[in-house]
């Protein structure tokens, strides 16, 4: 159910059609980093969640991004793998014009599982709406590292965005098999898209690339041979020097 006269927060196709799959790594010993993967003059300048008493009472008329994708399932602490219903966003809020029916918080005995999208106010476990009071630097809502990376446009349709780090106390051979959960939120075949799993390794300097080195490569060897071709056409035929006598500079003018 979509509020009268709702404010998107953010607004824009680019926020609102946030990438929301959920990657998690089950193979032991290897661990995923989600932090430090958005740019830092990003997260220091430029998103921070909405403060201060109007944020808190037009929470009925804002439709945050955390109102609006099922980010979350409730699974029961005595059945393991059983999940709960959860109180939906109109149920928590006591507001039926707040958008979506999704997950926002789980019942007594059970916990909840992050499903991808953007944390609201309080984290995945304890939802507050009066978090959004004096809270512009918490880690959830503007501030999730996995929204300010998506916010940070490709040039191209086809392109790749960092969710994480995986480290290993043993170190990646080749040949080793990671196993990931994967809970695929993001629709993509309504405009005919494809999403991948890219694993990579990267350095200080950036990721493995071999588009970049060929097109490197190939205008190198192209400038080069046109240098060769310019030195060959000087040797052969040099081009003459002007003669200076006919260099006039600022013609026309008089002097005193």
Request: aromatic content about 12%; some cysteine; glycine content about 12%.
């Amino acid at each position: 159910m979509t509020p009268r006269n709702a404010v998107y927060y953010p607004c824009g196709l680019i926020a609102t059609s946030f990438f929301n799959d959920r990657f998690d790594v089950v193979t032991p010993g290897v661990a995923m980093d989600e932090t430090n993967i958005a740019w830092a003059v990003d997260m220091d300048s430029h998103f921070f969640n909405p403060t201060g008493p109007q944020a808190l009472d037009n929470f009925g008329t804002f439709q945050y991004l955390w109102q609006t994708y099922d980010q979350m399932s409730c699974y029961s602490n005595t059945s393991a793998n059983v999940r709960v219903t959860c109180i939906t966003w109109a149920q928590l809020l006591r507001n039926e014009a707040v958008f979506g029916e999704g997950c926002a918080a789980c019942p007594a005995g059970s916990t909840p599982k992050g499903q991808g999208g953007i944390a609201p106010p309080g984290g995945w476990s304890d939802f507050n709406a009066t978090d959004t009071v004096g809270n512009a630097n918490a880690a959830y809502g503007f501030r999730d590292e996995h929204f300010v990376v998506w916010m940070r446009t490709a040039g191209l349709p086809t392109f790749r965005k960092l969710y994480g780090t995986l480290s290993n106390p043993n170190g990646f051979n080749e040949g080793d098999v990671i196993t990931f959960s994967i809970v695929p939120n993001f629709e993509v075949a309504s405009f005919g898209g494809t999403k991948s799993l890219v694993i990579s390794t990267s350095t200080p300097t950036g990721g493995r690339s071999g588009v970049m080195g060929a097109a490197y490569l190939a205008v190198g060897v192209i400038s080069g041979a046109l240098g060769a071709l310019f030195l060959l056409k000087q040797i052969v035929s040099p081009r003459k020097l002007g003669d200076t006598k006919f260099i006039v500079w600022r013609q026309g003018t008089k002097t005193a």
